[in-house]
């Protein structure tokens, strides 16, 4: 075969390869950075409010407390991650400094801390315990309440360079953090004063010593409050929201906008819900846990619903968590492990319209990375399963990567000669599906040719469509 006519096969083979690679869809609208997309892949995290309220039964202290107050008697963090861990948790947020201003660390900025503290004859340092029991196990963040009811500068300018200064200080001597957590809260101080925060150093400050860590607030600009304290998303949940204008605290939009989101909206900040494990934040005595059913409603309310689920577990006066706590997140792990441990949809043949190399096929395997993506704003896509199979949960996640679309999702049932559908109610199974959506049926269903219909503001990227039976 002559030399030219080898380079010309070479040519065209290298073409048809060229041709058969698959063919990334365009991003559309804001997308998440990949701190961002990895700190909603983690699901559920752990919170831990510990400080002098621990001891006190208050919820919010006065700041005047004795720092004798705190004295756990066997303070234990590495517990704290065993027990997030066997949760299948993977971070946990310290209340390193609560609104009552008392720090966790031996501060150089306060004289209300663990220094002056009788644990461990005041040398005792619990950020440095908390971090590095975290390290190599679980994510370490910390909250830092900016409200602090006993620093006699609150109120003033002067007050801002010193929660900057504290900043700086955890922030470059405690390992990597994921997560910093703000509130607005911004009630008076010392002197009666209430404080104007500087919220853009604040968080410059964050991002310059901890660029991979995301900070928390009403307006983000990592990751937003949900606008309540129950753990629940809004049934309709955008991880786009629109912030010009507003901060945290009295300035931070309207609930609704928080539990919701903005359809179009200009910054990609998710949703972050947010509750306790027990009625209070802080561990008290005459308090229990809720219950695993309690549990599971607020996990399909948030991680359900295209939010991450930060659940407050708090240490007691030992400074461990509770057997009791413990024993419910450890059932609270097996239900979901139960649940969700068998999709159902496995084994199906998938079929529809798509665009080269992303094919229906995609949304059945567990690589995140591979999606199916659809032709047009409106598309279907067939599940044929191998035979009859009852579910009663369906779980849909959209490749957020390429950015949040899809605006609804119906479901059609094909017995074989002809379509008619099944929804809930009048309504689609679903509007909004984001990072993750699961669905629960009013009551299973025993089909084998399931046919999904997505509308979305571009073609719908789908990485995952499963099926599950919540009472098997």
Same mark, same amino acid.
């Given at each position: 075969?002559?030399?030219?006519?080898?380079?010309?096969?070479s040519?065209?083979?290298?073409?048809?390869?060229?041709?058969?690679?698959?063919?990334?869809?365009?991003?559309?609208?804001?997308?998440p950075?990949?701190?961002?997309?990895?700190?909603?892949?983690?699901?559920?995290?752990?919170?831990?409010?510990?400080?002098?309220?621990?001891?006190?039964?208050?919820?919010?202290?006065?700041?005047?407390?004795s720092?004798?107050?705190?004295?756990?008697?066997?303070?234990?963090?590495?517990?704290?991650v065993?027990?997030?861990?066997?949760?299948?948790?993977?971070?946990?947020?310290?209340?390193?400094?609560?609104?009552?201003?008392?720090?966790?660390?031996?501060?150089?900025?306060?004289?209300?801390?663990?220094?002056?503290?009788?644990?461990?004859?005041?040398?005792g340092?619990?950020?440095?315990?908390?971090?590095?029991?975290?390290?190599?196990?679980?994510k370490?963040?910390?909250?830092?309440?900016?409200?602090?009811?006993?620093?006699?500068?609150?109120?003033?300018?002067?007050?801002?360079?010193?929660?900057?200064?504290?900043?700086?200080?955890?922030?470059?001597?405690?390992?990597?953090?994921y997560?910093?957590?703000?509130d607005?809260?911004?009630?008076?101080?010392?002197?009666?004063?209430?404080?104007?925060?500087?919220?853009?150093?604040f968080?410059?400050?964050?991002?310059?010593?901890?660029?991979?860590?995301?900070?928390?607030s009403?307006?983000?600009?990592?990751?937003?409050?949900?606008?309540?304290?129950?753990?629940?998303?809004?049934?309709?949940?955008?991880?786009?929201?629109?912030?010009?204008?507003?901060?945290?605290?009295?300035?931070?939009?309207?609930?609704?906008?928080?539990?919701h989101?903005?359809?179009?909206?200009?910054?990609?900040?998710?949703?972050?819900?947010?509750?306790?494990?027990?009625?209070?934040w802080?561990?008290?005595?005459? *308090?229990?846990?809720?219950? +695993?059913?309690?549990?599971?409603?607020?996990?399909?309310?948030? #991680?359900?619903?295209?939010? @991450? /689920? $930060?659940?407050?577990?708090?240490?007691?006066?030992?400074?461990?968590?509770?057997?009791?706590?413990?024993?419910v997140?450890?059932?609270?792990?097996a239900?979901?492990?139960?649940?969700?441990?068998?999709?159902?949809?496995q084994?199906?043949?998938?079929?529809?319209?798509?665009?080269?190399?992303?094919?229906?096929?995609?949304?059945?395997d567990t690589?995140?990375?591979?999606?199916?993506?659809?032709?047009?704003?409106?598309?279907?896509?067939?599940?044929?399963?191998?035979?009859?199979? *009852?579910?009663d949960?369906? +779980?849909?996640?959209?490749?957020?990567?390429?950015?949040?679309? #899809?605006?609804?999702?119906? @479901? /059609? $049932?094909?017995?074989?000669?002809?379509l008619?559908?099944?929804?809930?109610?009048?309504?689609?199974?679903?509007?909004?599906?984001?990072?993750?959506?699961?669905?629960?049926?009013?009551?299973?269903?025993?089909?084998?040719?399931?046919?999904?219909?997505?509308?979305?503001?571009?073609?719908?990227?789908?990485?995952?469509?499963?099926?599950?039976?919540?009472?098997?």
């Amino acid at each position: 075969m002559r030399t030219s006519h080898i380079a010309t096969l070479s040519v065209i083979f290298t073409l048809l390869a060229a041709s058969c690679e698959p063919l990334a869809p365009e991003p559309y609208g804001p997308v998440p950075t990949e701190a961002q997309l990895a700190w909603q892949r983690m699901e559920i995290n752990m919170f831990c409010h510990f400080g002098p309220n621990t001891f006190s039964g208050a919820e919010w202290g006065t700041g005047d407390e004795s720092e004798a107050l705190f004295n756990p008697t066997a303070l234990d963090c590495r517990q704290w991650v065993d027990v997030a861990e066997q949760a299948g948790m993977k971070g946990i947020i310290l209340t390193a400094k609560h609104h009552d201003g008392f720090c966790l660390w031996p501060s150089a900025y306060s004289s209300h801390t663990v220094t002056q503290s009788p644990w461990n004859e005041g040398h005792g340092d619990v950020l440095r315990e908390f971090t590095d029991a975290c390290r190599g196990r679980v994510k370490a963040g910390l909250y830092l309440s900016p409200w602090d009811r006993h620093d006699s500068t609150y109120g003033t300018p002067q007050y801002n360079d010193r929660f900057v200064a504290t900043l700086e200080e955890v922030l470059s001597s405690y390992h990597d953090i994921y997560e910093q957590w703000f509130d607005g809260a911004n009630g008076e101080g010392p002197n009666g004063k209430r404080q104007k925060y500087d919220w853009q150093r604040f968080n410059a400050t964050v991002a310059r010593l901890q660029p991979n860590a995301l900070v928390f607030s009403d307006v983000g600009p990592g990751c937003r409050w949900v606008g309540n304290e129950e753990g629940r998303a809004g049934e309709t949940c955008w991880s786009t929201i629109d912030v010009e204008g507003c901060e945290p605290g009295t300035g931070n939009p309207p609930s609704d906008l928080l539990t919701h989101g903005k359809q179009g909206g200009k910054s990609w900040i998710p949703a972050e819900a947010d509750v306790s494990i027990r009625p209070g934040w802080f561990w008290h005595a005459d *308090e229990l846990p809720k219950t +695993v059913d309690e549990l599971m409603e607020i996990y399909y309310n948030s #991680v359900g619903r295209n939010a @991450l /689920l $930060l659940l407050n577990v708090p240490p007691d006066t030992t400074g461990r968590i509770s057997a009791e706590d413990s024993a419910v997140l450890v059932a609270f792990r097996a239900e979901r492990d139960r649940i969700f441990s068998k999709d159902l949809a496995q084994g199906a043949k998938a079929s529809a319209w798509h665009r080269p190399g992303h094919r229906a096929k995609n949304v059945l395997d567990t690589a995140y990375h591979t999606y199916w993506a659809a032709t047009g704003k409106k598309a279907e896509l067939t599940l044929e399963l191998d035979s009859v199979t *009852e579910f009663d949960i369906i +779980v849909i996640q959209e490749y957020i990567p390429l950015g949040q679309r #899809v605006t609804s999702v119906g @479901l /059609l $049932l094909d017995p074989g000669d002809g379509l008619y559908s099944y929804t809930l109610g009048d309504s689609p199974l679903c509007t909004t599906v984001g990072y993750k959506r699961i669905i629960r049926l009013s009551h299973p269903i025993r089909w084998r040719k399931l046919v999904f219909q997505f509308e979305g503001m571009a073609p719908p990227v789908i990485n995952r469509i499963a099926l599950y039976n919540s009472d098997k």
